[in-house]
């Protein structure tokens, strides 16, 4: 698996009307952040940018730029409604499977 695929892609609503869309790697959610319109970007557009970019450079690791996109969704009003949204992971709340 590519260091940069996400690990649940994040399925977005770009317009009203419009089909689903699923993003599935750190260059995907670069190139849609990319294209947002400048007028609309903000501090979470930045934070999610940043983090993309930076888990292009190992600055970030994948997990952290997904989890910013999807909250830059989320805000912005993109998230699909049946997406599911990657909440940051607390220590002792996976549960290992015992034999």
């Given at each position: 698996?590519?260091r940069?695929?996400?690990?649940v892609p994040?399925?977005?609503?770009?317009?009203?009307?419009?089909?689903?869309?699923e993003?599935y790697?750190?260059?995907?959610?670069?190139?849609?952040l990319?294209d947002?319109p400048?007028?609309?970007?903000?501090?979470?557009?930045?934070a999610?940018?940043?983090?993309?970019?930076?888990?292009?450079v190992?600055v970030?690791?994948t997990?952290?730029a997904?989890?910013?996109?999807a909250?830059?969704?989320?805000?912005s009003?993109l998230l699909?409604r049946?997406?599911m949204?990657?909440g940051?992971?607390?220590?002792?709340?996976h549960r290992?499977?015992?034999?």
């Amino acid at each position: 698996m590519d260091r940069l695929q996400f690990e649940v892609p994040v399925r977005i609503t770009p317009a009203p009307g419009l089909p689903v869309e699923e993003i599935y790697s750190v260059e995907q959610a670069l190139d849609f952040l990319q294209d947002w319109p400048k007028r609309r970007q903000g501090k979470i557009y930045e934070a999610a940018f940043n983090a993309c970019f930076g888990a292009t450079v190992d600055v970030a690791s994948t997990e952290e730029a997904c989890r910013a996109f999807a909250t830059f969704c989320r805000v912005s009003g993109l998230l699909a409604r049946d997406a599911m949204f990657l909440g940051k992971r607390r220590a002792g709340t996976h549960r290992e499977a015992r034999a």
